[in-house]
């Protein structure tokens, strides 16, 4: 148990779907990140809020959306995917993104995505 | 941009000892973190190493190089349950300190 709680742990969805992806965390931290995780590739940092204000986006299609209402919970807004979007989404948190602060990540179970 | 190169595989023997190497390349750098991934779980952390030099925590230390944009996680006394993924991440200098992963390289702990 890291502290950062994901949910679902599977979804499959189809093209035309609409869904979201839940992270929730309980450790105190004012950073939150979704990053991707396919086969053989490395993690791929999509979004950072820090403070509920979004600090990184990295190039992601506009198909993938995130909402983050507070510091202790982050969203990710899924509609008319791709198969190759199918991967492993993570959710992370650590306490800031300054220097000052601990970078250390706390990463939740992730949620298995399957594109149909 | 940011370059982050491990070997994708590795396999040791219960009992030994395993150095697993990252070397990167980037614009800017503030330090390197280890991760440990098993299967089907979340990545762990395991080490940030900012200053050069070697830290140990109980089996596993982790060794860094600045200058030579080098670092090295070392397993000792190797398990079965150290059968993992390891990745190496690098966090930039200035702006946001998230990190970068490497792809990471796959441990097979064997009898």
């Known amino acids: 148990e890291t502290g950062v709680t994901q949910t679902p742990r599977h979804l499959v969805m189809g093209m035309t779907n609409k869904k979201s992806l839940k992270c929730e965390q309980h450790l105190g931290h004012n950073a939150m990140y979704w990053y991707k995780q396919s086969a053989k590739k490395p993690l791929e940092l999509m979004f950072v809020y820090s403070l509920e204000e979004r600090v990184e986006n990295n190039s992601v299609p506009s198909r993938f959306s995130p909402e983050c209402p507070n510091s202790s919970h982050l969203f990710l807004h899924l509609h008319t995917l791709q198969p190759e979007d199918s991967a492993l989404y993570l959710c992370?948190?650590?306490?800031?993104?300054?220097?000052?602060?601990?970078?250390?990540?706390?990463f939740g179970q992730g949620t298995r995505l399957t594109v149909v | 941009g940011q370059n982050i190169d491990q070997p994708t595989e590795m396999t040791a023997t219960e009992g030994a000892i395993v150095q697993i190497n990252c070397t990167y390349q980037?614009?800017?750098?503030?330090?390197l973190f280890w991760y440990q991934q098993h299967a089907g779980e979340a990545p762990t952390f395991l080490s940030y190493n900012v200053l050069d030099g070697l830290e140990e925590k109980g089996r596993f230390s982790s060794f860094l190089s600045r200058s030579k944009g080098y670092s090295y996680l070392l397993l000792k006394e190797l398990q079965m349950k150290d059968s993992a993924s390891y990745l190496c991440?690098?966090?930039?200098?200035?702006?946001?300190?998230?990190?970068?992963f490497g792809r990471g390289t796959s441990l097979i702990v064997h009898p």
């Open positions: 980037t614009s800017g750098f503030n330090g």
């Open positions: 992370a948190s650590s306490q800031g993104v300054t220097q000052t602060a601990s970078t250390e990540a706390f």
């Open positions: 991440a690098v966090s930039r200098e200035g702006g946001s300190y998230i990190p970068t």
